[in-house]
């Protein structure tokens, strides 16, 4: 099933809930998966110098394949810069919010197959994490070169359908 545009569900509104006399059509039977395979990487036990934060500059809706997708590139860069155990990264959004498209039909004969508006409470079709202004996305605990990562974070941030800001913090000898 091909992906829509990500503008399409880039705006936060609270979900059409559907009042219906069936309660089987009043609610979504079974959420897709999320794609995010891990939200803790490295080592988490370690004490690190560096806080780095990829946070969001405005009011968004992330979808589970935007999030998966800057998590590999930057555990990718953190693995080959740091090693398996040299860094701490974790996703801090989780994504509940369940997407929904109501299918139309196009070409000869498409509007006797279908219900229109009728009955448009639609399919789910993936998973976003709602986010407010500010609010990190990921979190990077690391003790060496600053710099690497925030080139990272801020190439990776590209992949996400809003603008990101990087945040640097030196931490003060305290354990995560």
Do not use: W
Not at 2 to 18: D, G, Q, S
Not at 108 to 117: I, P, S, Y
């Amino acid at each position: 099933m091909p992906l829509r545009k990500a503008n399409c569900y880039r705006k936060i509104v609270r979900a059409y809930t559907r009042k219906s006399k069936y309660q089987g059509r009043g609610f979504i039977k079974a959420p897709p998966v999320a794609k995010i395979v891990k939200y803790n990487m490295g080592d988490s036990k370690k004490s690190y110098k560096y806080k780095i934060t990829l946070y969001t500059k405005e009011d968004i809706q992330v979808r589970h394949n935007a999030l998966e997708s800057v998590r590999q590139v930057i555990n990718r860069k953190l693995q080959k810069t740091f090693g398996p155990i040299g860094y701490y990264l974790m996703i801090n959004v989780y994504p509940h919010h369940v997407l929904r498209e109501n299918k139309m039909l196009t070409g000869a004969g498409a509007d006797r197959m279908q219900t229109g508006m009728q009955q448009a409470f639609g399919k789910p079709v993936g998973l976003a994490a709602q986010v407010k202004k500010n609010h990190p996305l990921f979190t990077a605990y690391i003790n060496g070169n600053v710099d690497i990562i925030k080139y990272t974070f801020k190439r990776s941030s590209s992949r996400l359908p809003c603008k990101c800001g990087v945040k640097v913090e030196e931490i003060k000898n305290i354990q995560i």
